[in-house]
């Protein structure tokens, strides 16, 4: 789904190098269309992608492709949510088990 979600990355960055974003979606639906039939009737890979490195409408962002697809890019706040709700939930809650959580142990698994 990453070649989906990166759509409106690839419009942005068509439309900062000039393009008509009406254009650009109409260019990136048509593609999205065509991808999606390679996946859902032929049980394909998802080659969006490859279909934009081929359309010369894209050329201005073809060397900038791999950037937009960097999918750190989709994750939002979702770090420093983690690191929060560790710090907030999980570690207050296993505090009452440190002592035991410190200590060496080992685990035996018979099959």
């Not at 065509?34 to 859902?40: F, I, L």
Request: glycine share 6%; hydrophobic share 40%; charged share 30%.
């Amino acid at each position: 789904e990453l070649p989906f979600m990166a759509t409106e990355n690839i419009i942005m960055a068509m439309v900062k190098k000039g393009g008509d974003r009406q254009e650009c979606h109409e260019h990136i639906r048509v593609l999205s269309h065509e991808a999606g039939a390679v996946v859902k009737q032929q049980g394909g890979e998802n080659d969006l992608i490859q279909r934009i490195q081929k359309d010369p409408y894209f050329e201005p962002i073809w060397a900038d492709l791999k950037a937009l697809m960097d999918p750190s890019t989709f994750i939002g706040r979702a770090p420093q949510q983690v690191e929060r709700f560790l710090k907030e939930y999980v570690q207050p809650a296993l505090k009452p088990f440190e002592a035991v959580l410190k200590k060496e142990s080992k685990a035996e698994l018979s099959v």
